[in-house]
């Protein structure tokens, strides 16, 4: 399941052309932050948050012409309306069966009753850490890991694709897979969250869902309306299973897994830890949601690992023949 390609080095830049960079990211970073603590992250629009990548890249190739900026229009352009009908379609994964709700408490109890006095962990997390008349420190640190799930993959894949393109296009592969992977699942298989089956009565303890309270604390106030009144209006409240949130964060460590050395292993796989922590805390996913996520991850790397090389020796085989019948 390795994607091994070193990134090449850095090209080296004139310090006139990194002057220029620093004044072109500090005046986007200044844009960015009025825009998020006036409308919010960009969380449910990949138009919107791909503009704010695009920008990226221009302050930061600031010295290049144009024609080199529109180039990410046109290789970029394909993968945002893939998400946009990701996003459309993923509204009607709910209507053809009824959710599933009991399968994932009693996995989760399972695994877990033994700590947990019998309660799913998401329960008995919230019972000792959550207090409803004050947001402690951990919950501004869930918050940011939180909303960080709609910014790191297409953040990591824009920063690949102005390393490497033949990087980068193996890590959108990946991506999109994984994406559609999930989304099939959410057809076949809708699964209700720990929230959810709290709000209809299939848990006795009650369930708390908070993933945004943080942003209160760090005054971004209409960030967190923003999300706030995604989350009330999302177009499919039972796509628990696989939790897509933990399996990109987990896609997005795992792909540098065979290009970094392993004394840094644990600070990247620290980002999922945290990512499955803040939703099972939150009450958004169940541990088992998580566990089929990452499942997925380890499916979409071996598959599509396993079409790559196919595709590669073919190539290999045509080009051989052509060369041959010359």
Known sequence: MTTLETPPP????????????????????????????LV???????????????????????????????????????????LVLYNVSRGAADKLFA??????????????????DGKIPTVWLQEHLYDA??????????????????????T??????????????RFIRRWITLSVAGLITYFLYPAAPPWWASKFGYLPDHVERF??????????????????????????????????????????????LPMVAKKWWPLLLA???AMTFTLVYTGEHYVIDVLVGWAYVGAV????GWAERWWERRKGAINYSGDSAA
Not at 301 to 304: G, I, Q, S, Y
């Open 10 to 37: 850095p090209t080296t830049i004139t310090p006139d052309q990194r002057k220029r960079r620093i004044v072109g990211m500090v005046v986007w970073a200044a844009a960015f932050a009025v825009f998020v603590g």
């Open 40 to 82: 919010g992250v960009p969380t449910s629009d990949p138009l919107t948050a791909f503009g704010w990548l695009w920008l990226a890249t221009i302050a930061w190739r600031n010295y290049l012409p144009w024609r080199e900026h529109l180039l990410f229009l046109r290789d970029w352009l394909p993968v945002v309306l893939l």
């Open 99 to 116: 959710p599933h709700v009991h399968f994932m408490i009693d996995a989760d109890v399972d695994m877990f009753g033994w700590l947990t």
């Open 133 to 154: 008349k004050h947001v402690p420190w951990w919950e501004v640190v869930t918050t940011v890991v939180y909303i960080s799930h709609f910014l790191t993959v297409p």
């Open 156 to 169: 990591v894949a824009v920063v690949l694709w102005m390393r490497s393109r033949k990087l980068s296009y």
């Open 211 to 256: 993933s945004s309270r943080g942003l209160d604390v760090l005054g971004l106030h209409g960030a967190g309306n923003t999300l706030n009144a995604l989350q009330a209006d999302q177009s499919n409240p039972v796509a628990a299973m696989p939790s897509l949130h933990t399996a990109y964060a987990m896609m997005a460590v795992a792909f540098f």
């Open 271 to 273: 980002y999922p830890l």
């Open 301 to 304: 790397f071996l598959a599509v």
